[in-house]
């Protein structure tokens, strides 16, 4: 690590480290924007929820913001509810623009059968629409695609990729390439 990297560690990380759900839905509003991000990535890291925990990411997910929602994606699937967790997710789905990559990888992970028709919908909205100019939806766009590809195997998501990782855009190619070795190593 360089000099000039910033390391952190979230307390979350350990477990006797708690907060309690009522101080959460008490001061959230008052903070800012950086807090908020920064309690979610912190937040994210912990290992196993307890049940204040989950009326923490149930609650977050309900009002915050939808960066701060998407760093909380991956802890959605620790609730013990899947039901109730798969229904966060897919709600954030619907009524969420971007970044919607963390979820498509959470929904395919918890419930493949609920994930494959969502994402075929969210797929067929990217090919309708003009989004090639936008690098966060050809994130999400090409997440949603590696998710369908390791779900069904369709070789043209496999193209889609492809296609992604010939982008003169680096950023654009580099994601592609990452995402088909993902399929291709099955992370």
Not at 18 to 47: M, P, T
Not at 58 to 71: G, H, I, P, Q
Request: aromatic letters at 10%.
């Amino acid at each position: 690590m360089s000099d000039s990297a910033i390391r952190w560690e979230s307390k979350f990380l350990d477990p006797t480290f708690s907060i309690s759900a009522a101080f959460i839905r008490e001061r959230w509003d008052d903070w800012g924007d950086d807090e908020q991000l920064d309690f979610s990535l912190a937040f994210a890291a912990k290992r196993d929820l307890s049940k204040e925990d989950e009326e923490i990411v149930e609650y977050l997910m309900e009002v915050a913001d939808a960066d701060v929602c998407s760093n909380l994606a991956s802890i959605v699937s620790k609730i013990s509810d899947k039901s109730k967790a798969i229904s966060l997710l897919v709600a954030r789905i619907e009524r969420q623009q971007r970044p919607l990559s963390n979820y498509y990888s959470t929904i395919s992970f918890l419930d493949p059968t609920t994930a494959v028709p969502i994402l075929r919908g969210e797929y067929k909205c990217y090919l309708e629409s003009s989004f090639m100019g936008d690098y966060q939806t050809i994130r999400d766009y090409a997440h949603c695609s590696k998710e369908l590809l390791a779900l069904e195997g369709d070789e043209k998501y496999r193209n889609d990729l492809a296609k992604l990782s010939q982008s003169a855009d680096e950023r654009v190619s580099r994601l592609a390439r990452r995402l088909l070795d993902r399929v291709e190593t099955k992370e």
